[in-house]
């Protein structure tokens, strides 16, 4: 078992930054690669950032890219997200996932999510 615990989200004005922290506990961190989803009210869930397991490999939602940066330090078992010029349209609950292959199909864990919200 993986546990993931999100944390970081808050609420700022448009053009803001917020860094959220994935942090792992359980089986070895290293051996997973670490995705961060959102959900908007009324939206399904969708892809945001992915970052393989020695963090030489990131992916990005075209959305993000430019303005988020996914990065993981796994000597602390955590991944971050650094997100910049933030815009309303990102408001949503972020979730961090773990899973034994980079971009896989099916994500292995999640954690319980953490609210970001951006003014305009």
Known sequence: QVQLVESG?????????????????GRTFSNYAI?????????????????????????YTDSVKGRFTISRDNAKNTVYLQMNSLKPEDTAVYYCAAAREFRPRQYDYWGQGTQVTVSS
Request: net charge positive.
């Open 9 to 25: 989200g808050g609420s700022v004005q448009a053009g803001g930054s917020l860094r959220l922290s994935c942090a792992a506990s």
């Open 35 to 59: 995705a961060w989803f959102r959900q908007a009210p009324g939206k399904e869930r969708e892809f945001v950032a992915a970052i393989n397991r020695g963090g030489l490999s990131t992916y």
